[in-house]
């Protein structure tokens, strides 16, 4: 295995993770997929104050993910958007997500992949076993 020479890399950017949140959604399975359509993948530098405040949120860096919106079990979905409604969107949030990888062993792509399924998990309605599952798919 080569060494990296890390003396010339930069941190992720927000484009990078965007890229990596995209190929993480293209290896999720199509059924998966399918319940997603009209969900929309943002990537932002940190979550703002009301979303760490409502979320009782002690550090800008306590929050890696959300998702917004009227998930499926409730009744939501591309085609149940009432006039002036948001659309489902999931926030991938880039600094804490770095802040994670620096502290634990896993590589970035892995975490925004997790982060990601267990977003679009809570707009699907799926139990921790489920998104588990999804994850080992997208993997193999």
């Not at 290896?27 to 932002?44: D, H, N, Q, T, Y």
Request: with cysteine.
């Amino acid at each position: 295995m080569s060494e990296t020479d890390w003396s010339t890399l930069r941190a992720p950017d927000l484009a990078a993770i965007e890229a990596l949140a995209e190929a993480a959604f293209a290896r999720l399975p199509e059924a998966f997929r399918a319940l997603c359509e009209g969900v929309v993948i943002r990537v932002e530098e940190f979550p703002d104050e009301e979303t760490l405040a409502e979320m009782g949120c002690e550090s800008e860096f306590d929050l890696l993910g959300l998702f917004r919106g009227t998930g499926l079990a409730q009744g939501g979905g591309a085609l149940n958007l009432a006039t002036g409604q948001f659309p489902n969107m999931v926030w991938l949030y880039r600094r804490p997500l770095l802040d994670y990888w620096a502290e634990h062993d896993e590589t970035l792509g892995h975490l925004v992949a997790h982060v990601l399924v267990h977003e679009i998990g809570h707009h699907v309605g799926l139990s921790d076993d489920d998104m588990a599952a999804i994850e080992a798919a997208a993997e193999a």
